[in-house]
């Protein structure tokens, strides 16, 4: 037989052995890799960015020493720790992302699998962590490079390991939840009691594997928190205590919450001004039930390719399935300027846990909430270097995607064993940075929330932006981003609002103006720093610091 029929029919057989996905392709698939660091040191196991283009990582204390000294001769002296009582290296940097450098960081305690949001003036507020840090509150300050921690004694009445901190709309935070902790508590401290109950986390809880850590929780444009945990999820007003609405499970009853660590987001929050305003949240990947006690067994299980989209202020809320390219497990969802979902990161079998998670999955995916239904997801460029347990990635104010970590590991481990402990950190850069769209590109020129003022609630916003190529002007559009706390695959206090309102007017060559109007309330925008971007043709500008109050 002819080489060129049997070539056929292996292509024949190959494609029909495929899963069918209608998944929106190129001839070549977008999005570019880079190494920033090569190593940073530490295990990028948390990261924040803040409002000076800072990131604050952190790893754990008891990993051992660390591959970065602390500056000085300084040395952490902590009798109770489990690992290395006097310990002289870093397990945490701040990542200056303009210079591309960082330096070392000191933790008093342990800040294993905690959790944390940046309150309205700028700070970082970190809580909880495993051992001596449980119960410890940490603040870092935004700075010019001479800052460090500043620890607060046992700030917290609860013990908080793998809890979920959402910022809310006077400035306080909620944690809710964390290893046995079926309960949430504010922070800063006001009133009596201190800690309040919350069944919802027992009743999600799985025996053995328990399958609610880390739940993940959104503000609700009414002011609620939407609570999603193992497979299901309520509408919770944390005020009175009360569940305003129970959702139904989401179909196939799989768990989507650590160990079995899926991840969630938070829709774009458009048409700001009307009266209902639609909040969609999106659940995706996981690992089918009872795979972490396979996993222990050393049988991995292929992980979920589905995701679940519900309405969550609709009258008969139900969750609209669909299928990934891939499937994934410790995933990471990040929302990119445009409104695009970044899913990143992960592995297609097993569980979150030591040295439970199996076939890399290096290819990122995006999805369009506005597309066809089927024709959602578009896959992406893979990088070379397995991001699995621990993996973190959060949004840039230049829009693009800052990558660390990697550690299935209870220590740092490099050689020997199947996924290395993995210190460097990369950008992704999604296709909408590359140089074929300069001519599309917005860049602000200025607006009425420069550097150094804040906006206020339902006022008119003016930005100034320059456009090379042929503006379309129903195709732009300002969009505001709340940077994210990122950890265990879920970001913290992620939020993309598009401005409404708009009115664009040309003043110059290329130049225009673009009028919107600020969010109305702290229940859909509280109050902080966010990144403003224009949008033209799902095309972003670099983004600009705003303050909100």
């Not at 959790?115 to 700075?143: H, M, N, W």
Request: aromatic fraction near 10%.
């Amino acid at each position: 037989m002819p080489s060129s029929i049997l070539f056929f029919l292996f292509l024949q057989l190959f494609f029909a052995v495929q899963p069918c996905h209608r998944v929106v392709t190129s001839a070549a698939a977008g999005g570019r890799w880079q190494i920033l660091q090569k190593s940073i040191g530490i295990v990028a196991m948390h990261m924040q960015l803040l409002n000076n283009d800072r990131v604050v990582i952190y790893d754990r204390t008891d990993f051992g020493r660390s591959n970065l000294s602390l500056p000085q001769g300084k040395c952490r002296d902590d009798s109770s720790e489990l690992v290395i009582k006097h310990d002289c290296t870093a397990h945490s940097v701040e990542y200056d992302v303009l210079a591309n450098k960082f330096r070392p960081l000191m933790v008093q305690t342990n800040v294993w699998c905690s959790s944390g949001a940046v309150v309205p003036d700028g700070s970082l507020i970190q809580t909880g962590g495993f051992s001596d840090g449980e119960r410890k509150v940490r603040t870092f300050y935004p700075c010019n490079g001479d800052c460090d921690w500043v620890e607060t004694g046992d700030g917290l009445k609860a013990k908080r390991w793998y809890a979920t901190n959402h910022i809310l709309p006077d400035g306080k935070q909620i944690i809710i939840g964390g290893r046995r902790q079926f309960n949430y508590e504010f922070y800063p401290k006001t009133s009596s009691p201190d800690v309040y109950s919350l069944p919802f986390l027992a009743q999600t809880n799985d025996r053995g594997s328990e399958n609610n850590l880390y739940p993940f929780v959104f503000l609700n444009s009414d002011g609620n928190l939407f609570i999603f945990a193992n497979n299901r999820a309520i509408l919770f007003d944390y005020k009175t205590g009360k569940v305003v609405k129970t959702y139904p499970a989401i179909p196939g009853g799989d768990p989507r919450s650590y160990p079995s660590t899926g991840s969630a987001v938070l829709l774009p929050l458009k048409n700001l001004d009307a009266a209902t305003i639609e909040a969609e949240v999106l659940v995706c990947g996981g690992a089918p039930k009872g795979s972490l006690e396979k996993a222990a067994k050393r049988n991995f299980v292929k992980a979920l390719d589905t995701c679940g989209r519900i309405k969550i202020n609709d009258p008969n809320p139900q969750w609209v399935m669909e299928t990934m390219p891939y499937a994934r497990v410790m995933g990471d969802m990040t929302l990119l300027p445009n409104g695009v979902v970044l899913i990143i990161n992960g592995a297609g079998a097993g569980t979150a846990g030591w040295e439970n998670g199996r076939n890399p999955v290096l290819n990122p995916i995006l999805y369009w909430p506005n597309g066809a239904a089927g024709s959602r997801f578009e896959s992406l460029n893979p990088s070379t270097i397995p991001r699995v347990y621990h993996s973190t990635a959060i949004l840039l104010r230049d829009g693009r995607v800052l990558v660390g970590c990697s550690n299935p590991h209870i220590g740092y481990e490099f050689n020997g064993v199947l996924f290395p402990t993995e210190l460097s950190l990369e950008a992704f850069s999604p296709p909408y940075l590359d140089a074929q769209h300069n001519y599309l590109r917005p860049t602000i020129v200025s607006s009425t929330a420069s550097k150094g003022k804040y906006i206020g609630y339902g006022q008119k916003l003016l930005v100034r932006f320059k456009v090379t190529g042929k503006l379309m002007a129903d195709r732009i559009s300002v969009t505001m981003v709340a940077p994210a706390f990122n950890t265990h695959s879920y970001s913290m206090n992620h939020r993309l609002l598009v401005l409404g309102n708009t009115r664009v007017t040309s003043v110059g060559t290329s130049t225009y103006d673009i009028q919107v109007t600020t969010p109305r309330s702290g229940y859909l925008a509280p109050s902080g720093h966010y990144i403003l971007y224009v949008v033209h043709q799902d095309i972003p500008s670099t983004g600009i610091w705003v303050k909100i109050l």
